[in-house]
């Protein structure tokens, strides 16, 4: 059974920093195409940023120079490391892994 978990969402401080983790399990492995989404209320779903298998990455503009994926290899994860987290970061984070959704974390952004 295809499985894709995300973890480490919270609430953070505006300028704070987070860490979310992807995991996959089942069919689909980690080392394929991984996307970060995010998705506010009221807002369409956005790319926050990808990596492919070759590794190249891609992020979207608003956390550009902020946000940065990994992939972690010995433990079969990708991170998105997020760092001067705004307000406008607040959303349900999706991770994708080969086509497959996790069902999201969420990230709060307030003081």
């Known amino acids: 059974q295809v499985q894709v978990v995300e973890s480490g969402g919270g609430l953070v401080q505006p300028g704070g920093s987070l860490r979310l983790s992807c995991a996959a399990s089942?069919?689909?492995?980690?080392?394929?195409?991984v996307a970060w989404y995010r998705q506010a209320p009221g807002n369409q779903r956005e790319l926050v940023a990808l990596?492919?298998?070759?590794?190249?990455?891609q992020y979207g503009e608003s956390v550009q120079g902020r946000f940065s994926i990994f992939r972690h290899t010995a433990n079969k994860t990708v991170s998105l490391q997020m760092n001067s987290l705004k307000p406008e970061d607040t959303a349900a984070y999706y991770c994708?892994?080969?086509?497959?959704w996790g069902q999201g974390t969420q990230v709060t952004v307030s003081s």
């Open positions: 990596i492919t298998v070759t590794g190249e990455t």
């Open positions: 994708v892994v080969n086509g497959w």
């Open positions: 089942g069919a689909i492995q980690i080392r394929n195409h």
